[in-house]
């Protein structure tokens, strides 16, 4: 029978030295599993394009609008009959499938994660967004730095925090699989769709193309700005694809520092992979003009929904943690879901 998955044993000389041996031929082994589904390029998984019996994969990378991404990665789960489709970080001890995974964690762990468990069912779509890098970055530090510990928005404390190593390539680190180092094309490949939250609309009809559901699968209410707002949700209603660290900041400081060789070859990476992924969501558009006609429909049918169940997303939120949780599918992903199933059907 196979030994139980445990941890290395940490004392002892010879006889540690096999069982670690042993140990991590085993953790090879697990994560060797996902070769024929995960860590492939979408073109390895193209026969297997079912995404009504495949485990949905959603990487959530953070101020990417990844809480509204999320939302519509659970909406289209929950269309076609996936479980967690309200849960948070517990599919990771559950073992029924398919699923969807649509949390905060790197890719390369999840692929690990993920090897573990020894998932039966293929993996169709991996998705994930991106965002502007100086955006994405200003971003992070306001909702972390600021928000959440009262620190002062000073150009000296971003300058500071944006320039430690954690902080370079953020996105890319973020999304690459484990055999992809250094190659963007390799980790645009290795997705089915990367969606840029500055062309938020595009990438939700472009995801619903991909996978095969209808536009009403992946609207959205955003889920961190005013449900009033009818821009896409990047955090800034910045529709133009400009930089919002320009339009968030008036500091002559920060853009200085934004443009400066320093913080471009730093995140040389994330820009790269910016850059490749707003070409190819651009090009899937020029390829296919059904998606043209797709976007206003989705746009107008969008434009309803924000009226119709917008106004309400306030009064709810707001009210009580036990309404939050009837109004969302998971935290603040997917909010809104039931005053859209009763406009649209699901």
């Known amino acids: 029978t196979r030994e139980p998955l445990t941890t290395p044993p940490c004392c002892g000389m010879a006889s540690s030295n096999r069982k670690r041996h042993r140990w991590w031929g085993r953790v090879a082994r697990a994560t060797a599993v996902l070769a024929a589904g995960l860590l492939l390029p979408k073109e390895g998984r193209a026969s297997r394009r079912n995404a009504t019996s495949s485990n949905h994969v959603f990487i959530k990378v953070n101020k990417c609008a990844s809480s509204t991404a999320a939302g519509v990665a659970r909406r289209v789960a929950r269309r076609l009959g996936l479980r967690h489709v309200r849960d948070g970080q517990q599919w990771l001890d559950r073992y029924d499938e398919p699923r969807i995974f ?61 320039t430690q190593p954690n902080f370079r390539n953020w996105m890319f680190e973020y999304v690459r699989p484990a055999r992809c180092a250094t190659s963007v094309e390799c980790v645009v490949d290795a997705f089915d769709v990367v969606g840029v939250a500055e062309l938020f609309d595009e990438s939700m009809v472009l995801l619903a193309d991909v996978v095969g559901v209808p536009l009403s699968s992946v609207l959205y209410l955003p889920a961190k700005v005013s449900s009033a707002s009818r821009h896409p949700p990047n955090d800034n209603n910045n529709t133009t694809g400009e930089s919002a660290a320009t339009t968030q900041s008036s500091s002559a400081g920060l853009r200085a520092f934004f443009a400066s060789p320093a913080w471009l070859e730093a995140n040389e990476l994330d820009y790269a992979l910016y850059a490749a992924a707003r070409r190819r969501l651009e090009e899937a558009f020029d390829r296919t003009p059904k998606l043209r006609a797709d976007l206003e429909t989705f746009r107008a049918t969008q434009h309803t929904a924000v009226e119709a169940c917008g106004s309400l997303q306030n009064e709810t939120t707001s009210s009580s943690a036990a309404s939050r949780r009837d109004w969302c599918y998971w935290g603040d992903n997917g909010c809104g879901f039931e005053c859209m199933d009763r406009l649209f059907g699901m």
Do not use: C
């Open 102 to 162: 649509a949390n905060h964690v790197r890719r390369v762990n999840l692929e690990a994660q993920l090897g573990f468990r020894r998932l039966r069912r293929p993996v169709f779509p991996v998705w994930t967004m991106l965002r502007d890098p100086a955006a994405r970055a200003l971003s992070h530090f306001t909702f972390v730095d600021v928000a959440r510990y009262g620190r002062d928005a000073t150009d000296a404390a971003v300058i500071k925090k944006l």
